[in-house]
């Protein structure tokens, strides 16, 4: 229900746009974002916005501290999909990007998580 895209091989400096297909109804969506996983190491939060904003691409954004000023996460609900566009890129952001999206539904919390897709940039 979550498909990413737009990975791949970033040289340093360079930039990238990450988007996620979302076939979840998005006015059911409180939250999206976007999470980054190495080798040995737990998914870290990389940027997530709110969905609930009565607007149809605006929302409370927040964003790892490594990547505040580079990246940008947005959201369009006319085309349902969630972009991270990804600027100065260095080598510690390499990883899987998964998107994510959470709900609730009946009292229940529901969390959705994409595929992932690699990027790589090399140091």
């Known amino acids: 229900q979550l498909v990413e895209s737009g990975g791949g091989f970033v040289p340093p400096g360079g930039s990238l746009r990450l988007s996620c297909a979302v076939s979840?109804?998005?006015?059911?969506?409180?939250?999206m974002g976007w999470y980054r996983q190495t080798p040995g190491k737990e998914r870290e939060l990389v940027a997530t916005?709110?969905?609930?904003?009565?607007?149809?691409?605006?929302?409370?954004?927040n964003y790892a501290d490594s990547v505040k000023g580079r990246f940008a996460i947005s959201r369009d609900n006319n085309k349902n999909t969630v972009d991270l566009q990804m600027n100065g890129m260095t080598g510690d952001v390499t990883g899987v990007y998964y998107c994510?999206?959470?709900?609730?539904?009946?009292?229940?919390?529901?969390?959705?998580w994409g595929q992932g897709t690699q990027v790589t940039i090399p140091s």
């Open positions: 994510y999206a959470d709900k609730y539904s009946n009292g229940r919390h529901i969390e959705y």
């Open positions: 979840i109804s998005f006015h059911s969506i409180n939250t």
């Open positions: 916005i709110t969905m609930n904003s009565g607007s149809n691409y605006g929302g409370t954004t």
